[in-house]
């Protein structure tokens, strides 16, 4: 074989080489390179054999340059070897090809994309946002309240108390007097907040809730302005094919008092489980502020009048979302909250 040509083969391979380094990104495919460029067989070897058919003067300059070539392709395969193993201590841990771990994005829990659709709806009906302390005195949860004394809600066994006078609050109605005591009238305001009861955790009980308390006090406000609320409400939640009623109720800081339903949004009132047959599902408690209430907060029973409402804020989830069982917004599982966008 004429030197020349001998040359050519040289300059081809080390062109060929240094295109097929520049591309391998593992050590499996750099292992292949090796034996194909620098093994027993490989293409420098096989040079090497036939540098015995070229006269003396064109081998030994021949020889020269396979030398260099075989030293320089040796040199680059140690440092690719090494930029790898600098990368990773073994191949086995990494596999460019294996799919990434996706990264889940934080997402509203239910119950704050309820409370912000509440808001939004009573943000649109005038009303302000307030907010009152979840430790409360006896006076704020009870006795401004129109509360007495030996009422069952001050009972230990309903209550949380972390002090003689001192309780977890058990309603947001104390955001009333709080209210109160610091603007004069007219008030248009809703409280929501977490609330406590001494309940055993069941399907439908929770011994931390949330509730969202309505209260309007101006003159001339009635009872009608408190179902249109209400009701503009419920269109609002559900859809405007919902209806509401008022039944007749006691709470001491309203009077006249009503608990008030939603016709039930899971059979459109026809009866199911959820409803317990009935075709109406309880949302909360109502009613006109009692005068006593106001006498507590100093305001002119005679000139004011005022309606207060509540409602609870896991139980209209429960409705909007068809969620069985209160226990699983606490219970932090991703399987359930990743289900609201
Ligand atoms: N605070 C009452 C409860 O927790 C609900 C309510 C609020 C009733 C406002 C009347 C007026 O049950």
New binding site residues.
């Given amino acids: 074989m004429p030197a020349p040509s001998m040359i050519q083969q040289i300059t081809d391979i080390r062109r060929d080489f240094e295109a097929e380094c520049a591309k391998i990104h593992d050590n499996r495919s750099l292992e292949q390179l090796r034996i194909r460029y620098a093994g027993r067989k490989g293409k420098v070897a096989e040079l090497f054999k036939s540098l015995g058919t070229l006269n003396e003067d064109d081998r030994k300059n021949a020889g020269r340059l396979l030398n260099e070539l075989k030293q320089q392709i040796t040199e680059s395969l140690a440092a690719k070897e090494k930029a790898f193993s600098v990368s990773v201590e073994s191949e086995s841990i990494l596999d460019m090809t294996l799919p990434g771990e996706p990264r889940y994005a934080g997402r509203l829990h239910p119950l704050n994309r309820v409370l912000r659709e509440i808001k939004s709806c009573f943000h649109h009906l005038g009303f302000s946002i307030a907010q009152g302390p979840e430790v409360e005195t006896e006076y704020y949860n009870f006795e401004a309240l129109n509360i007495p004394h030996g009422h069952p809600a001050r009972d230990m066994q309903d209550t949380f108390f972390i002090e003689d006078d001192i309780v977890l609050r058990?309603?947001?109605?104390p955001v009333q007097i709080h209210v109160m005591e610091n603007q004069p009238p007219p008030v248009q305001i809703i409280a929501p907040g977490r609330t406590f009861r001494r309940d055993t955790p069941d399907a439908s009980h929770s011994p931390v809730f949330h509730?969202v308390?309505?209260l309007c006090v101006d003159e001339g406000i009635s009872f009608s302005d408190l179902k249109s609320v209400i009701l503009s409400f419920a269109h609002y939640m559900f859809g405007s094919d919902v209806k509401i009623r008022f039944r007749p109720s006691f709470?001491p800081?309203?009077e006249p008092?009503a608990e008030y339903d939603f016709s039930c949004v899971m059979c459109k009132g026809r009866g199911c489980r959820v409803c317990k047959g009935t075709g109406w599902v309880e949302i909360?408690?109502?009613?006109m502020v009692n005068p006593a209430v106001f006498r507590y907060v100093g305001y002119d029973t005679e000139k004011y009048t005022g309606y207060?409402?509540?409602m609870g804020v896991e139980r209209l989830a429960m409705l909007l979302y068809e969620i069985p069982d209160i226990r699983l917004f606490f219970e932090n599982d991703v399987r359930f909250l990743h289900q609201f966008g």
């Fill in positions: 058990t309603h947001t109605s509730q308390e309505g709470f800081f309203t008092s909360s408690g109502a009613g207060a409402f509540g």
